[in-house]
C-alpha cells in the first residue's frame, strides 16, 4: 500500500500535461541575458508563460498557480530551487548524451535559469504593470491537445469507470472496449487521458493494448498476456504523467482492423479519497485510402532481463543495483521517441545501440530519473535514430534502495519486479517504425559519419 506521505507527494507532482504541448517560440526578452533589473512584469512571467503556466493555473492538477504575481511571488524560493537542481521544469534528459534534440523540449535555457535566480535574489520584485504582456489565453481540458493540428478526433473509446476507494492498495483495472470500426482504417495520431483532473490524482499510467488478429503485427510485437483467449497486436497507447500523445511521423502510422478491441490495463493508487473516473483515447485515422508506408509499434525494450519467463530483479536492502537488458531489431527501424518508465527505486536509465559491426551508439540517458514524472522525449525529425537490421537495443536502469533516495518508502525491504508501486519495474517505451532495407541504405549513404564522431560515450 502507498504511504500516506507519497500518495500526497505523487498528487501534487502530477501536474498535468506539461510535456505534451511542444515547444513554444521564445522571447528575447525573457531568453537573453540582460543587465537591467528583473522584475516579475518585465521577464520572469514570459518564462513562466512559455514553461509553466500549461500545468500551473487554475483548475489543473498543479498545487498552484504561477498566472499573476500575487500568485507566484509566495513561491519565490521554491521556484528557484526547483528551476537550479533541474526539478522544473519535468525535463530530465542527459543533454550530453546521444540525442541532443528533441521536438516536445521544454527545458528552461541557463539564461533562463539566471534570469529566475537573479529574480529571486533581488527580492522577487514586481516591476511596472505595464510591462505585463498580455494573460495566455488556454484551451479548456475537455479539448484535446492534438485538436489544434488535427481536428476532434474521429473516434473516441472510453474505459468503463472505475471507483477507486480513499485507502486501498494499488488496484488494476481491465476492462475490454469494443472499436467500431467496419474497414480497416490507418491511425496518424492517437491521444490518451484520465476522464477528469480528479482522476489524475489515481492513474499511475494507462495502457492501451490492441486486440486484434493481425499475424504481421505480432511478428513485431511482444504478447501482453491478456489471458482472454484472443489475438494481441501490442500496444497502442500508453499514458502517464509526461505523456499524453504519440503523433506518427510522415509515412508512418498503426493499423486497426474491423472487429478489433482495446484491452485497457490501468493501475490506480489511493490518496486519501474517493474518486470515481475511467480513462479515454482519442483517434485521429488518415484519411480513407492514404495508406502509410510503414508501421510503426510502441515496443516496451527491457532492462530486466527473463529467464524461463521470470524476471531477473533482486535488489537488495540498503544497496544501488544496475540491471540491463537486450533486444535486438528484427529489421532497419527508426526510433521515434524515447520513455522511461521505473517506480520508486528507479534513479537513471540509459538507452544505447549496439550495431553489427560492434560499435556502440549513445541514444539518451536520463540522470536524474524522477517517479512523478514519466516524461517522454520526442526526437526530431533530423535527429531520430535510423538504425540497421540485427542492431542490439541496450537498456540500463540504476535503482537506489538506499536512505539517501527521497522516495524509497523503505530500504529496509527486499525489491524485486512486480506491478505494484512498491515494487520494481524497468523498460523504455519507445515507437519503432520499422523500415525497408532499401530506405535504411538510402539513409545510412546520406548520414554518413565522420571518424571524429564520439560513437562510444557511455553514461555512469
Known amino acids: 500500500m502507498l504511504s500516506a506521505k507519497f500518495a500526497k507527494a505523487q498528487w501534487t507532482m502530477a501536474l498535468g500535461a506539461v510535456v505534451f504541448c511542444g515547444p513554444f517560440i521564445v522571447s528575447m526578452r525573457a531568453d537573453t541575458p540582460t543587465t537591467e ?6 521577464q520572469v512571467v514570459r518564462i513562466l508563460q512559455e514553461k509553466c503556466q500549461d500545468c500551473h493555473r487554475a483548475g489543473t492538477a498543479a498545487p498552484m498557480s504561477l498566472v499573476t504575481f500575487e500568485e507566484s511571488r509566495p513561491w519565490a524560493k521554491s521556484i528557484k ?5 533541474g526539478n522544473m521544469p519535468p525535463w530530465h534528459i542527459d543533454k550530453t548524451y546521444g540525442v541532443r534534440h528533441f521536438s516536445n523540449d521544454m527545458s528552461l535555457s541557463d539564461a533562463q535559469i539566471k534570469t529566475i535566480a537573479k529574480w529571486v535574489d533581488s527580492g522577487a520584485p514586481e516591476g511596472d504593470k505595464k510591462d505585463l504582456p498580455p494573460v495566455k489565453q488556454w484551451p479548456s481540458d475537455e479539448v484535446w491537445q492534438l485538436s489544434k493540428q488535427y481536428g476532434a478526433p474521429d473516434l473516441v473509446v472510453k474505459s468503463e469507470p472505475y471507483t477507486m476507494p480513499a485507502n486501498s492498495q494499488d488496484q488494476w483495472w481491465r476492462p475490454l472496449a469494443q472499436i467500431d470500426i467496419k474497414e480497416p482504417r490507418w491511425v496518424r495520431a492517437v491521444e490518451m487521458r484520465p476522464g477528469t483532473t480528479a482522476g489524475r490524482k489515481i492513474t499511475h499510467h494507462a495502457l492501451a493494448h490492441l486486440v486484434q488478429d493481425d499475424p504481421d503485427a505480432r511478428a513485431f510485437s511482444e504478447p501482453v498476456g491478456n489471458g482472454r483467449g484472443v489475438n494481441e497486436a501490442g500496444t497502442l497507447m500508453e499514458w502517464a504523467v509526461g505523456k499524453s500523445y504519440d503523433a506518427y511521423r510522415e509515412g508512418s502510422g498503426k493499423l486497426i482492423l474491423p472487429g478489433a478491441h482495446i484491452w485497457w490495463d490501468i493501475h490506480y493508487h489511493a490518496v486519501g479519497e474517493t ?4 480513462v479515454e483515447l482519442g483517434v485521429w485515422f488518415y484519411p480513407k485510402g492514404q495508406e502509410p508506408k510503414y508501421r510503426t509499434y510502441l515496443t516496451g525494450f527491457q532492462a530486466i532481463p527473463r529467464v524461463a519467463g521470470v524476471a ?17 531489431l528484427k529489421a532497419p527501424a527508426r526510433l521515434e521517441n524515447y520513455q522511461p518508465h521505473m517506480h520508486l527505486r528507479g534513479t537513471a536509465m540509459a538507452l544505447e545501440a549496439i ?24 526526437f526530431t525529425d533530423e535527429d531520430a535514430p535510423v538504425l540497421p537490421k540485427g542492431t542490439v537495443i541496450h537498456v540500463k536502469a540504476w535503482y537506489d534502495n538506499t536512505v539517501a533516495h527521497k522516495n524509497n518508502p523503505d530500504p529496509d525491504q527486499w525489491v524485486g519486479f512486480g506491478d505494484r508501486t512498491v515494487d520494481e519495474m524497468g523498460h523504455a517505451w519507445v515507437n519503432v517504425t520499422y523500415i525497408s532495407e532499401e530506405d535504411y541504405s538510402a539513409w545510412a549513404a546520406k548520414h554518413k559519419k565522420s571518424p571524429a564522431d564520439d560513437r562510444t560515450s557511455s553514461p555512469n
Open 312 to 328: 531477473g530483479l533482486d535488489i537488495p536492502p540498503n544497496s544501488i543495483t544496475m540491471s540491463e537488458g537486450f533486444t535486438v
Open 355 to 378: 550495431l553489427p559491426d560492434g560499435t556502440i551508439q549513445p541514444i539518451a540517458n536520463v540522470g536524474k530519473f524522477n517517479f512523478n514524472w514519466m516524461t517522454n522525449y520526442i
Open 81 to 85: 530551487e526547483r528551476v537550479l537542481s
Open 275 to 278: 474518486i470515481r473516473d475511467h
Open 37 to 42: 533589473k528583473v522584475t516579475f512584469s518585465n
